[in-house]
């Protein structure tokens, strides 16, 4: 079935730092990818998303391209700051209206 | 109100007891879900409605229910709670026109068995 694969978290990174999250995906047909993020006490809320190949998705300076060749759709920012500190989740969803979601990555940025 | 609220924000429970927890979204979205998140394991899809008067079950729906009455309200219910059902449930909504479309997110609550 449908599958998602995130790096595992915790990451650290100091503010003004590059970040990639990566994340791998295995599904039938042309999915939706997505990129959702958790802050602290809250639920998740959408960050940016991509429904065909090559669309990039972008974001409060965060981007993603799906890239199907290698059916990844890695999160990059190129400097972090301290309130991007929380957790990220890569997914896909298909026809069916259902997501698939990876674990989550926690992103710490230290000041 | 604009979006999805849950309710109670969170709970202790005793174990064997009943549990209904709420979600009511204001967006007139087709579809709902009903998500436990844990650590480690991420998001876990329980039960989910394409529409008022219809529902599903997810990857986890053993020991909860739910239902759909109406377009607006989802809740979901521990028949008899476990101490294993201790987690963060999540609930959300998306349009549901067929595929590829965002959820959005309520606030959670956060559910303790004893």
């Known amino acids: 079935g449908d599958s998602v694969t995130q790096m595992e978290g915790p990451v650290t990174l100091s503010e003004e730092a590059c970040l990639t999250i990566?994340?791998?995906?295995?599904?039938?047909?042309?999915?939706?990818l997505f990129w959702y993020v958790q802050y602290p006490g809250e639920g998740l809320q959408l960050l940016l998303k991509a429904t065909k190949a090559d669309d990039k998705g972008s974001n409060k300076g965060f981007e993603a391209t799906y890239r199907k060749e290698t059916t990844s759709f890695h999160l990059e920012k190129g400097s972090v700051q301290v309130s991007d500190s929380a957790v990220y989740f890569c997914a896909l969803s298909n026809r069916d209206d259902k997501i698939i979601f990876g674990k989550g990555t926690r992103l710490h940025i230290l000041p | 109100i604009a979006g999805i609220t849950q309710a109670p924000t969170s709970q202790i429970l005793a174990a064997g007891r009943r549990m209904t927890l709420r979600c009511t979204q204001d967006m007139r979205h087709n579809a709902m879900y009903w998500y436990r998140q844990d650590l480690g394991l991420g998001l876990r899809l329980i039960h989910y409605s394409n529409t008022a008067g219809t529902t599903g079950k997810g990857e986890v729906p053993d020991g909860y229910s739910v239902s759909r009455a109406n377009t607006d309200d989802f809740p979901l219910t521990l028949a008899s709670a476990v101490p294993s059902q201790t987690s963060v449930y999540f609930c959300?909504?998306?349009?549901?026109?067929?595929?590829?479309?965002?959820?959005?997110f309520g606030p959670g609550t956060r559910l303790t068995v004893l």
């Open positions: 959300a909504s998306s349009t549901g026109r067929g595929g590829f479309n965002e959820q959005f």
């Open positions: 990566n994340c791998t995906y295995t599904a039938t047909g042309y999915p939706s």
